[in-house]
């Protein structure tokens, strides 16, 4: 009870305390003629829509067009977006957000709590069958799971506005990490108006009206997307970069070209040419956590093989892997090997001391799966094979490769099989594989993000790990005082029962233009926005 | 020629539907869908998108709606994955790309190379005949995803005189067309080359030239129009090629058109938009065959349909 007050309390008083101005140019600066900030993008975006939009890079372009409730700092810390601050309930259930009263739409109209209500609704709507409706039952909210399955309607969501700038939350459990969730781009408010009046069309550029900082002046699909400052956004005056212009080029290492020709101001880099480029451009190569976990996933349900239901088997698998030579040699890109599921740089997050990650060098752990292989009645007589797939990538293919030399030392036949993407997952989500290639990507910035992932009734538990001490130990950690020592209970289960092999832990490795400011340095989810950039003057 | 003409177009329908089906149930029967992501959705989100977009109706169903879609409204359907557009929008932004530098490389590719491969032919075994047969070779095994890198790192990185990918005006189209039309302009060349020089050898240039003709007109009034044959033939299967050339050219130099659209539905598993650019391209060649098979009627008098 007291740590939930003083948490409510507290996270007033940050907000208050930060009241985050756009772009926070020191004394003294000199800022740059041309404020044009040009980035890279794999692919076309696939949806303007907020409720729509499944993936990364189109977040990166919507928090660019619209905004939710909070944003995030370069820390990763929350600071006030349309909402100043909320208040929480004793029970932690009902959640009480004060809109600010000057935020705009860029048609003039301004922004009130209705307009989050309508995308709340229809984030669960069963007419929008958004691919991200699980978010809101993700949040908890009152009636989602139903209104998605259409037992109830969407007007019955756990959402209503009390007045034009005050919003009311209410959630089935209490989340301490639950203001953290409202960052993501699926929670941002659209105008009815709009979007009934143009159906499918009105995310075309023209029509689409968001209130974020910039306006969507051009979406030419696979191509580019060009964004210009915004006038109505509340804090306008404080934005410094004029325009943003988002380039697809499908191909990394063509954009690395592109970038050096001074067609990018940021591009990601190719696998293992960081070590290089932080020689020859030490200011512009930058490496910094990244909020995903590379894991083997292993099938310890009942169509997986039956070597991989002992433990000491397991144990084996994973003992034998050197991450060292995975990170050292092969990705080269200041990405930390990992004996655990959750990223180490989690926000409160601190892995407990594990065995096998602190008390042993590699040699050992070697020795030791040799040991308990042979404990499993395994041995140059009675060989394992097993087979480990993964999704088409060079990258992967390396590591696959490097993990199937590692395990032959210890006496395992390892099959690897190549499948492309959407065959590979698949296959993963009807549990016809051995070991798989996985990666999570947190949602938000707290541990159960991902250690929610690894429960019993997770949909997303494609080893099918069925433990009942951990799923204890996540359904309390949801109303305990402090969830971080569950937590790390929980990755000790993880490490005693190994269902799945962690490889490593994400970096984002870039090149970043010398001259731009303001791209954040310490957040794990690289939750940037235009606003906050500026470019120098040489 | 007229009924030979709408013969043609009257088998095209049957070809096109055949095709639609074929690669219907093909497209059906591999693994994984839209939907399928990292993200395993949960049942009841997975069971509204699927009626949404119709695909919980039996397969027979859906390709019957899609076909009366299509021939009713040219109606192609929205696709699964950029679910702001519809096929129609997709294709209309991004056909009008790739027939610019398509048609832009087959123009480049065929007048540049029967000019080389005349060239050659007529000054045989000279130092002309060995640079132009030299460069063909090469220009043919050098594929166009190591063309397209080299182009850029040369003429954006280097040199500065072009941008490195987009299409936001002419200069952004000069790239992408010396990529795409090089290894076809090589071919030509050499069929040229060799179709002419064969020609030349014939009785009805000795006739012409006994008659006195100047040289440059019985090349290019005698000769050319039938050493062009070969090169017609290769047309067809070079338009094939071409397409599929083009989702290099889209990938290297993010051009936003329709080849490489092609590639992603099917990685994509949209389904929609693989069958509306399927049935385009199915369309189009089946036309192309039909302009080549036309002109070869027309260069040869002793072909009649």
Known sequence: ?538 | MLSYILKRLAIAIPTLLLLIVISFLLMHSAPGGPFTSERELPPQVLANLNAKYGLDDPLWKQITTYVWGIVTEFDFGPSFVYKDRSVNEIIAQGFPITLTYGLLSFAVAVIVGVSLGVAAAVRHNSALDYAAVGVSIGAQVLPNFVMAPILVLVFTLWLGWLPGGGWQGPEYWIMPVIALSTSFMASIARITRSSMLEVLTSNHIRTARAKGLPERRVILRHALKPAMLPVISYLGPAFVAMITGSVVVDIYFSTGGIGKAFVDSALNRDYAVMMGVTILVGALTIFFNLVVDILYGWIDPKIRY
């Open chain 1, 1 to 538: 009870m007291k740590l939930r007050t003083t948490l409510a309390s507290s996270a007033l008083a940050l907000s208050l305390a930060f009241q985050a101005h756009a772009a926070d140019v020191p004394e003294g600066v000199n800022l740059a003629e041309d404020q044009t900030y040009t980035f890279w993008l794999l692919d076309a975006i696939k949806s303007m829509d907020p409720q729509i939009n499944t993936d990364v890079e189109g977040s990166d372009v919507l928090r660019n067009l619209f905004e939710g409730l909070y944003n995030e700092d370069g820390n990763g810390e929350l600071v006030p977006g349309v909402a100043l601050d909320h208040e929480v309930s004793e029970d932690g259930k009902t959640y009480t957000f004060n809109l600010r009263d000057d935020a705009k739409w860029s048609n003039g109209e301004p922004v009130t709590a209705n307009d989050f209500v309508y995308s709340w609704r229809r984030l669960a709507d069963p007419a929008t069958a958004s691919e991200y409706a699980w978010y809101m039952e993700l949040m908890q909210v009152e009636n989602a799971p139903e209104i998605i399955a259409g037992d109830k309607s969407p007007e019955e969501l756990g959402i209503r506005a009390i007045d034009d700038h005050t919003l009311e939350v209410k959630i089935t459990t209490p989340l301490p990490y639950f203001p953290q969730m409202l960052v993501h781009g699926s929670t941002f408010p659209v105008l009815q108006s709009v979007v009934e009046e143009h159906g499918d069309d009105w995310t075309d550029a023209g029509t689409l009206v968001g209130n974020g900082a910039y306006t969507l002046v051009e979406h030419q699909l696979g191509e580019r997307v060009v964004m210009e400052k915004n006038d109505t956004y509340w804090d306008a005056e404080n934005v410094v970069m004029e325009e943003i212009i988002a380039l697809t080029i499908n191909d990394v290492n063509q954009a690395l070209t592109r970038y050096l020709a001074g067609e990018l101001d940021r591009v990601d880099i190719p696998a293992g040419q960081y070590p290089r480029l932080k020689k020859e451009y030490p200011e512009q190569a930058v490496s910094t956590p990244y909020n995903c976990s590379y894991i083997y996933m292993l099938n310890v349900g009942d169509k997986g093989p039956e070597a991989l239901k002992n433990v000491n088997v397991r144990k084996a698998l994973a003992y034998a892997i050197d991450r060292d030579i995975i990170v050292d040699r092969i990705l080269q890109g200041g990405q930390k090997p990992s004996y655990n599921w959750t990223h180490w740089a989690i926000a409160d997050f601190e892995r407990p001391e594990l065995d096998w990650a602190d008390n042993m060098d590699q040699a050992q752990r070697v020795e030791k799966a040799k040991e308990l292989l042979t404990e499993a009645g395994y041995g140059p007589d009675n060989p394992l094979d097993l087979t480990l797939q993964y999704n088409t990538s060079e990258d992967h293919k390396k590591i696959a490769i490097a993990a199937s030399q590692m395990l032959k030392q210890i006496g395992v036949n390892l099959t690897l099989d190549n499948y492309e993407w959407k065959v590979h997952t698949d296959r993963m989500q009807n549990q016809e594989y051995d070991m798989a290639r996985y990666a999570w990507c947190g949602d938000y910035n707290e541990a159960s993000t991902y250690l929610d992932l690894l429960t019993s009734y997770s949909g997303h538990n494609n080893g099918e790990f069925y433990n009942d001490a951990y799923d204890k130990l996540m359904k309390d950690s949801k109303t305990a005082e402090d969830p971080q020592p569950l937590y790390q209970e929980a990755e000790k289960i993880l490490a005693e029962e190994m269902p799945i092999i962690p490889i490593y832990h994400y970096a984002n490795v870039d090149m970043i233009a010398a001259d731009i400011e303001g791209l954040p340095e310490n957040n794990v989810n690289n939750t940037w926005y235009g606003k906050d950039l500026y470019r120098v003057a040489e």
